[in-house]
């Protein structure tokens, strides 16, 4: 089955910087790679995503890429805030066996003021 | 407005004692999932299903036993609770347009 693979597992920065998590994962027929935001106590939450027909997306201050080729893809996070803190979960789905989304282990971002 | 519920929200229990934990979703998705939530070990699936009456094994199956009778709910069931089990617990469902819902989470402790 699909294993995904994230780091780093916590990551510290301080406001205004910018923040990079990266996951790997195996199954080359995976097509689906959404980005998860928990923050203390509640929901994970989608926050981006992307299709594997598709290299790069962004969102304001938050942009996915993906590199089928090498089979990895990468949150970015520019001029971070302090409510971005938070764990962030990647997740890869291959959509032709179902619907099953598998985690990364999760990284814990803190952004310092 | 759009959600997945779950209760109860917190339980302790005792070794042995069944439990059930509800999950229900308001937006006709077909699937729909348990996963449980470990420090160290991110999210890992328990059990899906596909539509109602299709269920199988997610990563972590054991001791735990689901059904889907309707669409709209999926129940989590420990026959047998184990303190191993003590976990944070989250129902999920989505559809067609991938993106997966969670519920707001079941923190079980088993003593």
């Not at chain 1, 199954?27 to 509640?42: H, I, R, V």
């Not at chain 1, 999760?106 to 003021?113: D, F, I, M, Q, Y």
Request: proline share 5%.
């Amino acid at each position: 089955g699909e294993n995904v693979e994230q780091h780093p597992s916590t990551l510290s920065v301080q406001e205004g910087d910018s923040a990079v998590i990266k996951c790997t994962y195996s199954d080359s027929a995976s097509n689906y790679f959404p980005w998860y935001k928990q923050e203390l106590g509640k929901r994970p939450q989608l926050i981006i995503d992307i299709r594997s027909n598709v290299g790069e997306k962004k969102d304001q201050r938050i942009a996915v890429t993906l590199n089928k080729t090498a089979k990895h893809f990468s949150l970015h996070i520019t001029e971070t805030q302090p409510e971005d803190s938070a764990v962030y979960f990647c997740a890869a789905r291959n959509s032709n066996s179902g619907y099953a989304l598998n985690f990364g282990k999760g990284t814990s971002l803190l952004v310092t003021p | 407005e759009a959600q997945v519920t779950q209760n109860p929200r917190y339980l302790i229990t005792v070794t042995g004692k069944k439990l059930t934990v509800t999950c229900s979703q308001n937006m006709n998705h077909e699937y729909m999932s348990w996963y449980r939530q470990d420090p160290g070990l991110g999210l890992r699936q328990i059990y899906y299903s596909m539509n109602v009456e299709v269920t199988d094994k997610g990563d972590v199956p054991e001791g735990y036993k689901v059904s889907r009778k309707e669409k709209r709910n999926f129940p989590l069931i420990l026959e047998s609770p184990s303190p191993n089990q003590t976990s944070l617990y989250f129902c999920a469902s989505s559809s067609f347009s991938y993106e997966q819902y969670f519920g707001p989470g079941t923190r079980l402790t088993v003593t």
